[in-house]
């Protein structure tokens, strides 16, 4: 069984950082690609960000591209999503996801088989 446990959210300041950290469990994770959606208060989840397995390939939205990075660990079986200049937009739960078919990368929430409990971030302006 894949479990997904998503960790370092909190309350930022507009312009602030944040590192949000996935850490999976379960057969065959380190082979799966990786992905971030987040949801904010009546709005649908949407894609953030995707890891492939090897950690080479990345997928970002646009409204993201250039603040965020996306890298894993897979010794430590981790991937970690590194928020830089937030906006309060940005403001969300966010939602670590494992696809396993992993290629190519994708935006598309139903490509997503495994999910996290998700992890409240708020920017406040």
């Known amino acids: 069984q894949v479990q997904l446990i998503e960790s370092g959210g909190g309350l930022v300041q507009t312009g602030g950082s944040l590192r949000l950290s996935c850490a999976a469990s379960?057969?065959?994770?380190?082979?799966?690609?990786m992905g971030w959606f987040r949801q904010a208060p009546g709005r649908d989840r949407e894609f953030v960000s995707e890891v492939s397995w090897s950690g080479q390939n990345t997928l970002y939205a646009d409204s993201v591209k250039g603040r965020f990075t996306i890298s894993r660990d897979n010794e430590k079986h981790t991937v970690f999503l590194q928020m830089n200049s937030l906006k309060p937009e940005d403001t969300a739960v966010y939602y670590c996801a494992a696809d396993t078919i992993g290629w190519p990368l994708s935006t598309v929430e139903a490509e997503y088989e495994h999910w996290g409990q998700g992890t409240q971030v708020t920017v406040s302006s």
């Open positions: 379960g057969r065959g994770v380190s082979g799966f690609a």
